[in-house]
């Protein structure tokens, strides 16, 4: 059950680990929010350096100044509040200690009454209706701003092949009402609510959004968007692709969470590949072996299931360039994504996971980007597309390019599970044109997203070498062989079809770390 933390002005929603204020999002990293948690969980009694420390980076050894820029960013969200400064205290040589206003905690449910209204079943699949925005700005002219929005953003989440959105006609018939999430949801037949606002200030729009689970009013996600208002039309559109790029891996994510809690025995074709999904996202070999047995037996229920051939093809590449490149592996590779572009041509995802495998393990990146080309055709909101699309730009050599994709796909959907890809991409595009600072910068954010991930320690370790930085890139290649013992850097470029030019250049980085080649 999600956590409640109110003080003051803000509310944490520890379970979707967001801070408001009022109804504003407040954007914070989840390391802060996981400091703030354990404050709040132990207000008025101090909280040491070490279980601070444990609670926001598990298991990993970090220096003391990392756990300071996470406290002084919390800091500087209170000093809006009169004495909000002093809500921290510090503890010289201890810790920490929240002492501000009193700490009501509670859970979402709690807070709403339930009622009657006869419910409509749920779909066999993911459920989401997008209520109209509130205008807050007090000028009539942004309600038409507003509603396009919303049109456009249920346009585009009603390309998302797995997702069932409600149309517009049913869920604007909650225009102007004060909505109960749990009785609109049951009412509707969704899942997931999709609500905001809109205020205008000065030349400026703000547009606040947030995805909420019906059944409790948690929070899933919450975005802000500030924007000069220019061309009205732009922006509104500019702002419909955001949301519904961030949103997407969000609504999986609480997918996987909620097929989680299902019994084994109970477990259908989309049961099996979300369960898959987490190991699939590893990039790591012994989690792509265990989430092969889940979709083996997703085919099996259903053979033309296009995302589980999709996500079938990513495990074995997985094995392919991370288990010693046998061609058994990349033959299964090829014969997935090629089994997932047939029966996926509707499917944005299928199609992208596709292509990034015949591109990786095929070396054909023609092919590739006609697969791209033909996911964002049908959801040009797809932040994957753009961040895979980025990693074989990268290894290929296009630098610029690969950087410009991985921003883009970034800019859609910041927090995306696949964003260690995205900072691949930009680690290589910097390193390629000898900005060895920024590549590093761009590697340690990689580490930061998927801490679990051989080849993010390799990208750390190759700029630190250039920049003269041996004993930590030492550090970062002896990362490398405790997660991929296997690995050699000479494989890894072969596996890839890295551009010669950049891989003389890593080759010479990595020789100097005792990475073996």
Known sequence: MATIHRFGPFRLDAGAEILFRGDEPIVLSQRAVALLRLLLERAGQPVSKDALIEAAWPGLAIEDSNLT?????????????????????????????????????????????????????????????????????????????????????????????????????SSFTYKEKTVDVKRVGRELGVRYLLEGSLRKDGNRLRV??????????????????????????????????????AIEPSLRRAEVDRVTRKRPESLDAYDLVLRAQPDVYSGMPERATKALVLLERALAFDPTYALAHAFAAM????????????????????RHAQAAIAHGQDDALALTFAGFSIGMDGHDQAAAFVAFEAALAVSPSSALTYILGSVILAWTGHAERAIEWGER?????????????????????????????????????????NPGHSISYMLLAAPLAKLGRREEAKAAAARVLELQPSFRYSRQFSGVDCAPALAASLSEALRATGLPE
């Open 69 to 169: 820029v996470q406290v002084a960013a919390l800091r500087r969200v209170f000093e809006g509040v009169a004495g909000g400064a002093s809500w921290i205290e510090t503890l010289p040589r201890r810790g920490y200690r929240y002492v501000g206003p009193l700490v009501a905690t509670g859970n979402p449910s709690a807070e709403a009454n339930p009622q009657t209204s006869p419910a409509l079943a749920l779909p066999d699949k993911p459920s989401v209706a997008v209520l109209p925005f509130s205008n807050l700005s007090g000028d009539p002219e942004q309600e038409y701003f507003a509603d396009g929005m919303v049109e456009d953003i249920i346009a585009g989440l009603s390309r998302i092949k797995w997702l069932f959105v409600v149309a517009r006609n």
């Open 208 to 245: 606040s959004a947030q995805m909420i689970e019906a059944e409790t009013g948690g929070h899933l996600w919450a975005e802000r968007y500030d924007r000069p208002l220019g061309d009205i039309f732009t922006l509104q559109d500019e702002i419909a692709l955001s949301v519904v790029g």
């Open 315 to 334: 495990c074995h590449h997985n094995l392919f360039l991370r288990a010693g490149l046998h061609e058994e592996s990349k033959a299964a590779s090829m």
């Open 409 to 449: 796909g970034m800019r859609l959907s910041p927090f995306d599970p696949w964003a260690f890809a995205a900072f691949h991409s930009l680690t290589l595009g910097h390193f390629h044109c000898g900005r060895y600072e920024e590549a590093a910068n761009a590697a340690r954010k990689a580490i930061q997203f």
